[in-house]
């Protein structure tokens, strides 16, 4: 291991991969509430954090694994999952009073059209307000699970209608 005056260890976080602190403090200058996405094998997890000087702390959280208590059956860990994840998402932020967010994706590779984008636009569709480009959502094909029934329509047939009856249940718990 390198030693010597001049050598500098790395945060650990950055040395493990984990954290990038520069993204981090451009996000935490814009002073607004952040909504972190984001993505397992299995499941998508949408918070909203604020960050104070004892540390983040998390307002309001969404996992598609709730997707259960209104009717969606497909798997927790698609893109239709990520897009019903994040209007749950934005219809809880809204009913805890939070109007506004910035985009966190962390260190998650931002594809166009990728999972953490289709959580943006169920977001943005639930009414929640985050600044974005229209070129990097996905098509809404993808978003409501078209793409997934051609592919497999012995096991997702019925999963655009599934997606559409999920989406009016969620939409329905705005207050």
Do not use: C, W
């Amino acid at each position: 291991m390198a030693t010597g005056p001049r050598y500098f260890v790395p945060f650990r976080r950055r040395h493990e991969g984990k954290t990038d602190y520069y993204s981090r403090m451009r996000l935490l200058l814009s002073e607004k509430p952040r909504m972190v996405v984001r993505k397992t094998n299995r499941q998508i997890i949408i918070q909203l954090v604020e960050a104070t000087l004892e540390g983040d702390r998390t307002l309001v959280a969404a996992y598609s694994n709730d997707l259960e208590a209104f009717g969606f059956t497909g798997a927790t860990g698609n893109t239709p999952a990520a897009y019903l994840t994040g209007m749950l998402f934005a219809v809880r932020a809204q009913n805890a009073g939070y109007e506004e967010a910035i985009l966190d994706i962390g260190l998650i590779r931002s594809t166009p059209g990728g999972k953490v984008f289709g959580a943006l636009k169920g977001a943005v569709d639930g009414g929640l307000n985050v600044p974005h480009g229209e070129s990097i959502l996905p098509d809404e094909d993808r978003l409501k699970g078209a793409h997934i029934a051609a592919y497999a329509p012995e096991r997702a047939a019925d999963l655009v209608a599934n997606v559409e009856q999920a989406a009016e249940a969620i939409m329905k718990e705005l207050k």
